[in-house]
């Protein structure tokens, strides 16, 4: 004879199945669920899948020690391929849908000021990891008020790079320069802010030609045509991650680093890995270098990343791990979830962390890191890739980029 399946026996055998185990059933009702949403597809992806790299290794280490508010936390990953409209379709779904009471915005800045908006519009804390733009936190009118960022900003690299840079270009005597970046905001903006801080240091520079690929443009051949018949004396490109590689990788076919001096902010490990042959003497910007600064914590970070991953980890990487890290003491100092309760807890937080120049990093009121290290020197084509690293002086940047910020009526 069949048993009669009634609501009582199904709840009855519910009740059974949580009392055989009770503990699975708490801990599933009682993770923290945190979204992150970057690009883990297509030519960027080696930042995104960084970004997740170094995020996972967070959630194991807050974990291990009790995780937040005693709570265990789940990080769950979405692909936005990079694309605004989605980037904001996900930071939305992963609240209202999801259940993520947190948020990682691991977007570059094409798609981090589309999340901005969606931000704006909940409450909920996000911490944008990898947009370098200055105006998402620079300008109050863009600036959301539970929405942070950790990670280098344009303006602070282009006043460290360009005082380093005028003095290369100087003792070089270097004056007709080109320019190749991305073509949208982070290459737009961020190349004006190195020229107009670069022309300031050396007045008698001349940028004599202009190129902007699209992100992810795979074939460089008619825009490194266009650099060699221009004939300067030196190139700079804020090319990142494979589109860098890739430019690189081609422009040693038509021997352009051997016709113009190249200097770039953003060379990293993976670029140096893709890069077949890697010029010696490119200037360039420390993103991420296990030798800067030069501390065990520091060394200890890099060489336990790489036995987790075996690969190494950009600057994407530490930027996402010293998200969680601020996180994880204003949860503490606020004893709370909200956003409102974050944001207080957030503003002019100090955190101890090995990837601030005297191994302190602070958030200030605009909602944006300072102290982080930042340093230029050259490249080589073996360990440690970049040598003879010139520490930018964080109170120069400072005064530079209130100025600034005065000029865009920022303040």
């Known amino acids: 004879m069949s048993a009669v399946i009634t609501r ?78 989605e980037a904001a379709r996900i930071a939305r779904e992963l609240v209202n849908s999801s259940g993520c009471e947190l948020l990682i915005d691991a977007e570059a800045s094409s798609a981090s000021f589309a999340v901005q908006e969606v931000v704006r519009s909940l409450d909920v804390a996000c911490i944008h990891t990898n947009s370098e733009t200055s105006s998402l936190t620079a300008d109050p009118k863009i600036r959301a008020p539970t929405a942070f960022r950790v990670a280098r900003q344009g303006v602070h690299d282009a006043v460290a790079g360009s005082i380093y840079l005028a003095e290369y270009a100087s003792a070089k005597k270097l004056n007709k320069w080109a320019t190749c970046s991305p073509d949208y905001a982070y290459g737009r903006d961020t190349t004006a802010q190195y020229l107009q801080f670069f022309k300031q240091f050396k007045p008698d520079l001349e940028v004599i030609t202009e190129a902007w690929p699209k992100l992810g443009q795979p074939d460089f051949t008619e825009v490194i045509t266009k650099l060699i018949q221009a004939k300067p004396q030196a190139l700079f490109t804020l090319l990142y991650a494979g589109d860098l590689s890739a430019f690189v990788n081609q422009g040693n076919i038509y021997a352009l680093f051997a016709q113009m001096a190249v200097a770039t902010p953003n060379v990293d490990y993976p670029v140096l890995a893709a890069i077949k042959n890697l010029p010696a003497g490119i200037q360039s910007a420390t993103r991420y270098l296990e030798t800067f600064p030069d501390t065990p914590a520091n060394k200890e970070w890099g060489q336990a990343y790489f036995k987790k991953w075996n690969e190494r980890p950009t600057n994407w990487s530490w930027q996402n791990t010293v998200a969680m890290q601020f996180y994880e003491q ?43 290290a930042i340093g230029w020197g050259q490249t080589i084509p073996k360990e440690p890739f970049i040598v003879d690293v010139k520490a930018a002086d964080w109170g120069k940047i400072i005064e530079l980029e209130t100025e600034w910020k005065k000029q865009q009526k920022y303040i």
Do not use: C
Request: charged content about 15%.
């Open 8 to 85: 009582r026996t199904v709840l009855a055998a519910g009740t059974a199945s949580l009392l055989a185990a009770p503990w699975v059933a708490r801990a599933q009702a009682n993770t923290l669920r945190i979204g992150m949403q970057s690009i883990l597809s297509g030519p960027i992806a080696l930042l995104g899948t960084s970004s997740r790299n170094a995020l996972m290794m967070e959630q194991d280490r807050i974990n291990a020690a009790g995780g937040f508010l005693g709570r265990q936390i789940e990080i769950v990953y979405r692909d936005s391929k990079g694309q605004p409209q």
């Open 330 to 372: 204003a949860i503490k100092k606020a004893n709370a979830l909200g956003g409102k309760a974050l944001a207080a807890a957030l503003t002019g937080m100090k955190i101890n962390t090995p990837f601030g120049v005297d191994g302190t990093i602070t958030m200030r009121d605009d909602h944006t890191t300072i102290g982080y």
